[in-house]
């Protein structure tokens, strides 16, 4: 079983509906991110968790809003979707306790299309 | 703020050439440096990283890089590539400031064609 799973992996949707993308882990590690993938842009990073009480926005925040349910569950929402929020959504993980040095783990993807 | 710069956006190379991809960041405080790799398809993977120590760092599939830190780089070679290295290839850093570390940054990335 994959240590970063998301759900769903690829999903179709219209705009104006609400989205979530779940993101689970069995790596133990303390920081959770969400990431975009766009073709020509890189990974860019919308939020990330540090802990469970601990939420920080960023590079490319606006129209998204996350939730850290538990220290091994962090979801994205889409409180209203719009076609440019199409794209290839990653969830990683990394341990800075213990001697980390920041190494992202990452999930398998959820490709998202906003029609 | 700070940026990664991948210069080179698509490479096409024949099988057993040499690659050499460039990074460029543009932090000056400690860094921990990374690069990923996304085969068609999959999730990225790691390469190798440098967090301290010899600068000159050994990854799977017969991947090195070199950190420079006079130069704020860390390129990625391979002697001789095989055409299973088409992929495209992420260069990231973390950096350090009073609070900690932050998240990675990413380059953009460059495409790595391997032709037969």
């Known amino acids: 079983d994959a240590d970063v799973t998301q759900t769903p992996r690829n999903r179709i949707t219209k705009t104006g509906k609400r989205i979530m993308l779940e993101c689970s882990q069995t790596?133990?590690?303390?920081?959770m991110y969400w990431y975009r993938q766009d073709p020509g842009l890189g990974l860019r990073l919308i939020y990330y968790s540090f802990d469970v009480k601990d939420i920080n926005k960023g590079e490319i925040s606006d129209g998204y809003s996350v939730s850290r349910q538990a220290q091994a569950k962090f979801s994205l929402s889409l409180e209203s979707a719009i076609p440019n929020q199409t794209a290839l959504y990653f969830c990683a993980t990394s341990a800075m306790t213990s001697g980390g040095t920041g190494e992202l783990f990452f999930g398998e993807g959820s490709r998202l299309t906003v029609l | 703020a700070q940026s990664v710069s991948q210069h080179n956006h698509h490479v096409i190379l024949s099988e057993a050439a040499s690659l050499e991809l460039g990074c460029n960041y543009s932090?000056?405080?400690?860094?921990?440096l990374f690069w990923y790799v996304q085969y068609p398809g999959q999730h990225l993977q790691l390469l190798l990283k440098y967090f301290s120590g010899d600068p000159l760092v050994k990854g799977i599939k017969g991947f090195e890089a070199e950190f420079i830190k006079s130069k704020f780089s860390f390129n990625l070679r391979k002697p001789s590539v095989q055409w299973s290295d088409t992929a495209e290839y992420f260069c990231a850093v973390l950096k350090y400031s009073g609070g900690g570390a932050d998240g990675l940054t990413f380059g953009k990335g460059t495409h790595l064609i391997i032709q037969p």
């Open positions: 932090y000056g405080g400690t860094v921990n």
């Open positions: 790596k133990g590690h303390d920081r």
